[in-house]
């Protein structure tokens, strides 16, 4: 952080300014953050403890079922402090701080959901090598590869935007600090910032993205080949409840990221933004205990 820089926090709009709006809102998003922990936290712990859930599918969704605990951290506990505050203030490393987290995080979920699309492809199109190509050792570093590209990239991004000056205005209008409305804010030239953010959030969203396409393409590609309209059911079984998790998880992306960037924050963004930052990390716990077979049958 910049020693010029002369505001030492910011203020958050939040999500809405309507009093008989906020304490709703505020009961609502608290019930979701609690099941969003116990149902996320729980998925880890019967995927850990249970036998015939030891395989690489699994192993990802653990790891993708911690991160989303995390990232709704990141930003549902400050978003309920605020919904139930007079003043709605964050301090400038408190927001680089949180900045830095939601866009990691943000990042691994993508790439975890990437790694999962390569994994399904592997056990759909090459069943016979499975185990031999998913090793524990490969996954591992799988893993590890999804989180140092993601805290990587975001301390590239949150060094670059929170070492710029920030002199007059400090309102955000948002309930969480975002890089883009953070830059608006500053008082340096942004351009080379926003450059980054640009290609930085692009590269995490788009090539993932393209993994993922690319291999259900292979996917689907291979189901259709299959002789046996049984094998081409429980083939597409396996992939459903990976599919529902990426089509909310990039539907609410597109809708808010694709936008001008000139363009004016809105309720509808904000609306999406809290889709994507609370409701969404809950869901997917949910979609993989209600749609996978084997996860319901170990809770039943």
């Not at 910011?10 to 309507?18: A, P, Q, R, Y």
């Not at 790694?115 to 996954?139: E, F, G, N, Q, W």
Request: overall charge positive.
């Amino acid at each position: 952080v910049s020693n010029k820089t002369q505001v030492s926090m910011f203020v958050l709009s939040g999500l809405t300014n309507d009093k008989s709006l906020e304490t709703f809102l505020f009961i609502f998003f608290l019930h979701v953050y609690i099941v969003t922990i116990v149902a996320n936290l729980g998925l880890v712990v019967i995927v850990s403890n249970t036998s015939n859930l030891q395989s690489p599918m699994y192993y990802f969704l653990s790891y993708l079922s911690l991160v989303d605990i995390f990232y709704s951290s990141t930003i549902t506990p400050k978003m309920l402090s605020d919904l139930m505050s007079m003043t709605r203030t964050i301090s400038f490393e408190g927001c680089a701080l949180q900045f830095f987290f939601y866009g990691a995080l943000a990042s691994i979920d993508s790439l975890l959901l990437s790694t999962m699309s390569y994994d399904r492809y592997v056990a759909i199109c090459h069943p016979l090598h499975y185990m031999s190509i998913m090793t524990k050792k490969k996954c591992l570093r799988l893993v590890l590869l999804c989180f140092s590209v993601g805290f990587l990239q975001s301390s590239v991004q949150t060094s670059c935007a929170f070492s710029l000056q920030y002199c007059g205005p400090n309102l955000i209008d948002h309930f969480y600090c975002d890089a883009p409305l953070v830059l608006r804010l500053s008082c340096s030239d942004t351009v080379p910032c926003e450059l980054v953010t640009v290609y930085l959030v692009s590269a995490m969203a788009m090539g993932p993205l393209l993994t993922i396409l690319l291999s259900y393409f292979l996917i689907i590609f291979s189901i259709l080949r299959m002789k046996s309209a049984e094998v081409k059911k429980k083939a597409f079984s396996t992939c459903s409840s990976h599919l529902t998790c990426i089509s909310i998880f990039y539907g609410t992306i597109f809708f808010t990221y694709l936008q001008p960037p000139s363009r004016a924050f809105t309720l509808q963004d904000k609306v999406a933004l809290v889709f994507y930052t609370a409701v969404t990390p809950m869901l997917n716990p949910l979609i993989y205990s209600l749609r996978n077979q084997d996860v319901k049958k170990t809770i039943i």
